[in-house]
């Protein structure tokens, strides 16, 4: 029989923990405690939002199509509803900044965040409408009175239709006649052929 290999002894370096070899100077990493406080938190981890907006911002760049537009929308939103609560009172205002962590935690998922921050900007929207908060826009120019939708060919002119075709009219020429006289039918209704007669 043969004698059984010689385990290699740990170096002075490194000392033996159940198999797994760790250098002496490195203290093991401790696990934080857990009734850190919420200043502790804010300080050491990114914010809820901040996750919140990074969750949203990470979905965005796996869909594709008109999903990936809404839910970048959304993240648009998102940023404009932090900036809202940001510019609110000068500084962060904390109910409107609650209302918006309150917000991402009563979120079941990211879908759902982005679907529930859709719908809070289109209410802010049409709340800000209503009571003309919204952009002022300057009142419409007055345009020249057209027509919604062309008429169909065959029905009878109106006055005012053929005096704007009298006034348009060219010149009387042996051109103009053969115009007026070989001009276009309506689309609904072909002649026939010169060659064909009844």
């Given at each position: ?105 009563q979120s079941e998922g990211v879908k759902s965040l982005t679907e529930n921050v859709h719908m ?79």
């Amino acid at each position: 029989m043969s004698a059984a290999a010689p385990v290699p002894s740990p170096t002075p370096d490194e000392k033996s923990v159940g198999g797994f070899k760790q250098p002496r100077g490195e203290v093991p990493k401790m696990l934080e405690p857990f009734s850190r406080s919420k200043l502790t938190r804010s300080i050491r981890e990114p914010s809820l939002i901040q996750k919140a907006e990074a969750a949203i911002r990470d979905r965005c760049c796996l869909l594709e199509g008109d999903e990936s537009f809404e839910c970048w929308e959304a993240f648009f939103e998102f940023q404009d509803m932090k900036k809202d609560c940001k510019t609110q009172a000068g500084s962060v205002s904390s109910s409107s900044w609650d209302r918006v962590e309150n917000l991402v935690r009563q979120s079941e998922g990211v879908k759902s965040l982005t679907e529930n921050v859709h719908m809070i900007a289109k209410a802010s929207k049409i709340h800000n409408i209503k009571h003309n908060k919204g952009p002022q826009t300057d009142p419409p120019l007055k345009e020249e009175w057209r027509r919604p939708f062309p008429e169909p060919d065959g029905l009878p002119k109106t006055q005012q239709e053929v005096e704007e075709e009298e006034k348009a009219m060219m010149p009387e020429s042996s051109y103009t006649r053969l115009l007026r006289t070989k001009g276009c039918f309506p689309a609904w209704y072909s002649p026939h052929p010169d060659h064909e007669t009844d």
